[in-house]
């Protein structure tokens, strides 16, 4: 391989390596394997453990710090910072979060109260401003909601029918919310789903809301849509005091 051809593959790898040094020290910040407070590894070490470079590694140092995850201080050293710093909604934060042998229900449940704060108030605006594309897209959800016929499917179809309503609502900040959603979604239903009659119990709702959205109700939209958080929330109240 010449200068050229290295170089080359280097631009190409860089990302990659970073996008890896970020997850695997991510995780382990998450669940706990480097706990809070802890000094997270000097740069030689990680450069070592790695196999990268030291700019890759200060890359990816700077990538956790804007998440929250850790503080860079001169001569003090890299730390784990507690969870109130962390970024939740963060996907990759979150994504970790899923990750983590057992659930903070607690945390959970606190995320679940931020859909409560925006996912209503989407509903409605889809109800005002959806456009019949829009409405297409939420009832075909609905569709493979009720058609599923396993958990994967389900909650795949149920997470395509919150995320259709966001981006009905043709505000960019909450179509923003996306990628957010996508990840809380997941680690509620990661939960969740470990609850009898945690998704059919729930479609009602779900119909309730489409059918409001439709008929360009948006109080009727906004009040079915905190029934179906309402009744997720319960589940995710059953699973932390069965424990």
């Not at 590894?41 to 710090?65: C, D, M, N, T, Y």
């Not at 994967?152 to 959603?181: C, E, M, R, W, Y």
């Not at 998704?199 to 119909?207: G, Q, V």
């Amino acid at each position: 391989m010449n200068d050229a051809q290295l170089e080359s593959f280097t631009r190409r790898t860089k990302p990659r390596r970073i996008d890896h040094v970020v997850a695997t020290l991510g995780r382990e910040i998450v669940q706990g394997i480097t706990p809070v407070g802890a000094l997270v590894a000097p740069e030689p070490e990680l450069e070592q453990r790695f196999e990268v470079s030291r700019g890759v590694v200060r890359e990816a140092v700077k990538i956790l710090a804007a998440k929250g995850l850790i503080e860079v201080r001169p001569r003090h050293g890299t730390r784990v910072l507690s969870v109130e710093n962390w970024s939740l909604l963060d996907r990759d934060v979150l994504g970790w979060l899923v990750e983590r042998p057992a659930a903070d229900l607690n945390l959970l449940l606190a995320i679940q109260e931020v859909r409560s704060i925006i996912e209503p108030e989407a509903a409605a605006l889809a109800a005002e401003r959806g456009s019949e594309s829009d409405l297409q897209r939420i009832d075909a959800a609905l569709a493979a909601m009720e058609t599923s016929h396993d958990s994967k499917s389900a909650t795949a179809a149920d997470k395509a029918f919150h995320l259709a309503i966001l981006h009905a609502t043709h505000n960019p900040v909450l179509q923003g919310f996306s990628g957010a959603i996508n990840a809380i979604l997941s680690a509620v239903f990661f939960v969740a789903v470990g609850t009898s009659g945690w998704f059919e119990e729930n479609l009602p709702n779900h119909a309730t809301a489409a059918r409001a959205i439709r008929e360009r109700d948006p109080d009727g939209a906004r009040i079915a849509m905190k029934q179906v958080l309402a009744f997720t929330g319960d589940r995710l109240e059953q699973r932390k005091r069965a424990r």
